[in-house]
């Protein structure tokens, strides 16, 4: 929806991606959770765990913005050249995604 320059398009674009973020954290965090739980794993590993996501997302944070930065002086000043980057990188973790990711169906009864 960045592509847009209309004012309620943007908006809403920045609403979707507030309720995105959530559901993506949240879910996660609680797949994790329950997962851990189930196979009976150390809850300090899970503390670890999530110590270890919160750092790493730092360190991706600060390329992700130098890589943005590098987007848009390429583009000759397009703000919306980071967008694309990221469809990009998107697109390639989707195929990743897709060959490599098996299924968990969970258990049937």
Known sequence: LKHFGHFY?????????????S??????????VSEHRARGY??????????LMTISNFLVAIPSGLIADTAIWVS??????????AIAV???????????WSENYGETD
């Open 90 to 100: 998107l697109a390639c973790g989707i195929v990743l995604c897709v060959a490599n």
């Open 42 to 51: 150390d809850e300090l590993w899970l503390a670890n765990t999530f110590s």
């Open 9 to 21: 398009i943007l908006l809403l674009g920045g609403v979707l991606s507030g309720i995105s973020t």
């Open 23 to 32: 559901i993506l954290w949240s879910s996660f965090e609680a797949w994790m």
């Open 76 to 85: 000759d000043g397009n703000p919306v050249a980071p967008y694309n980057v």
